[in-house]
């Protein structure tokens, strides 16, 4: 089934372009919201992704991520029941590093003791609490798990203020001399609540402008 927004885009946008005219400018350049979110059968299959595509460019993760899949399908499917009976010389010639590996390992043990949550249960936890539980991972920050938040679970009011082109689209946006702080976009963005992941989908978009 695909995932759903469990807020109103049009509403959101709506909300943005009264309270930021800056914003609101961008949003009439670049259009309606078009953020698609993707897909998975648990949290463990979407941090699984996360984790393989860390520091590798699309198309090599893409290939480790396939391979590291036909060796869990050999072991029953996507489950980090089937990680764990996966041997390290298979997911090792799968492509993964050493770190991945031991990262990928720790995700399978604390889905299995219940710290990862089901996707079910996630949903009715707060961001801050999957923060929290998430970020216990070996290999995961918060980062990672803003990134689940919006692109997984749809929630509207994500700020990933330390995200690299969050800051170079703000920068550009509001013509910045300086690299702006994390806590400056965070303070700007107040007036963008409750739906800064929305006005963060526009801030990546500013930067496919000329």
């Known amino acids: 089934m695909k995932p759903k927004f469990n ?21 009439d350049r670049v259009g309606p919201l078009a953020l698609e979110l993707k897909s998975a059968d648990s949290l463990f299959e979407a941090m699984l992704r996360s984790i393989v595509y860390q520091q590798l460019h699309a ?8 391979r590291v899949l036909v060796e869990l399908a050999r072991h029953g499917g996507a489950s980090p029941e089937a990680l764990a009976r996966v041997p390290d010389a298979a997911l090792r010639g799968a492509g993964l590093s050493a770190n991945k590996l031991l990262a990928l390992r720790d ?12 996707m079910k249960e996630a949903r009715r936890l707060s961001d801050d609490e ?12 918060p980062w990672t798990v803003h990134m689940l938040l919006i692109f997984y679970l749809g929630r509207p009011d994500v700020m990933p203020a330390s995200d690299f082109a969050i800051r170079a689209g703000f920068k550009k946006l509001y013509k910045k001399r300086k690299d702006p702080t994390a806590e400056a976009i965070l303070k700007h ?6 739906y800064r992941s929305v006005a963060s989908w526009y801030l990546w978009r500013s930067l496919d402008e000329e």
């Open 7 to 27: 807020f109103d885009p049009v509403e959101a946008v709506a909300h943005l372009r009264t309270s930021d005219a800056v914003l609101g400018a961008l949003i």
């Open 59 to 66: 198309k090599a993760a893409s290939t480790i991520l396939g």
């Open 130 to 141: 999957l923060i929290a539980r998430l970020t216990t991972v070996r290999g995961i920050g």
């Open 107 to 118: 995700l399978a043990a604390k889905c299995i003791e219940g710290t990862v949550p089901s």
């Open 189 to 194: 963005a107040r007036r963008w609540q409750p």
